[in-house]
């Protein structure tokens, strides 16, 4: 069996988190992996019987990889991503790809220029409720969608643990990206609004509610919250809606078929994404990493399409400058 030689760059959760993958997948072999607190790369490196490399150019340069997971903050991507596609390395980019279309299109031409391939790891394509919807719509089953409505609430503690990160790159890029794939038409308009008073002590949005308008006439609603009280049971509590001029779909995410009562609270445990059972990660994001892996070694495309992601990004800086000026910003 072929195995692909991977490193992981930046071993925060999500990082922490595809070590582990790879490191228990059977066509895969964890070979480094890096981050700039050395002493967590030592401990990961010292758990998964691997390499700890000081930085990712030396990673690059001397591991011996086939592939490079970067899963750093967004404003390191660019330059890990370029360093990766220069030394020849297949590329899975944790989202968004960039903090910027810019960013995002040197990565792109990066890519293609230097020969490798890229994924950008939006998971929601790996999620069976997200992935069923998609393939009705691809299948004609919903007809051409013309309205879509995105809704994900968080509780408080995320903005605290991350302060000056932005509501629509750590949570709301998964929408506006879905939103992006599932429309199937380019965005024309963007229009958005926030309220940044819970949150507004560590540069964080509360609540945002923006209106996406499309070439083809459809509108798209996303409405981002990290707001939540938190003793709010729920850790993931998501809802899409598509219509289309044939049929509906819908994704309504809450309890997640698994309740948890104790003498101090009622948690609702996520079931999907990443959850540990049988001694091991399961889940959407397992499935992602094995597509990235499978696909790489046979060379077939990825679900993920790069154009999609960086739209995505796209939207988000029209609703940045929306917020601004307070006007609708046309993208171009």
């Known amino acids: 069996m072929k195995t692909l030689r991977v490193g992981v760059v930046g071993l925060g959760l999500i990082g922490a988190l595809h070590a582990r993958i790879f490191n228990e997948m059977p ?40 592939a490079l997971s970067i899963c750093t903050p967004d404003q390191f991507h660019l330059e890990n991503a370029l360093y990766a596609a220069k030394s020849g390395l297949d590329i899975l980019i944790e ?11 040197q990565i792109q031409e990066a890519v293609e220029s230097s020969g490798v391939r890229a994924m ?9 409720r997200y992935a069923q919807l998609e393939e ?15 809704r994900r609430t968080n509780p408080r503690a995320n903005p605290r643990r991350l302060p000056g990160v932005s509501i629509f790159f750590y949570i709301g ?37 923006c209106t996406v308008n499309f070439e083809n006439g459809a509108l798209g609603l996303v409405e981002l919250c990290w707001a939540l009280p938190d003793n709010s049971a729920l850790g993931i509590n998501t809802y899409a809606e598509v219509v289309g001029d044939k049929a509906a779909g819908y994704v309504n995410i809450m309890d997640q078929g698994l309740s948890l009562i104790t003498a101090d609270s009622v948690l609702y445990p996520d079931t999907l994404h990443w959850p540990e059972y049988n001694g091991r990660i399961q889940g959407d994001l397992k499935e992602e990493l094995r597509h990235f892996v499978s696909a790489t070694l046979s060379g077939t495309p990825y679900l993920t399409k790069m154009d999609n992601a960086i739209t995505a990004v796209k939207v988000i800086e029209a609703c940045f400058e929306s917020i601004r000026t307070g006007l609708p910003v046309d993208i171009e």
């Open 27 to 66: 066509d895969a072999e964890l070979v480094a992996v890096s981050d700039a607190d050395g002493r967590k790369a030592e401990e990961l490196a010292s758990k998964f019987g691997c390499r700890a490399c000081a930085d990712v150019k030396k990673m690059c340069d001397e591991a011996g990889l086939d």
């Open 95 to 105: 989202k968004p790809i960039a903090p910027t279309e810019a960013e995002a299109r």
């Open 120 to 128: 950008v790891a939006h998971i929601l394509h790996f999620d069976p």
């Open 136 to 150: 009705a719509i691809e299948r004609g089953e919903i007809g051409e969608p013309i309205h879509m409505y995105f």
């Open 173 to 209: 890029v998964h929408d506006f990206e879905m939103l992006c794939a599932y429309m199937r038409s380019k965005p024309s308009r963007a229009y958005a609004q926030q309220v940044s008073r819970i949150n507004a002590d560590i540069g964080c949005e509360d609540t945002v509610i």
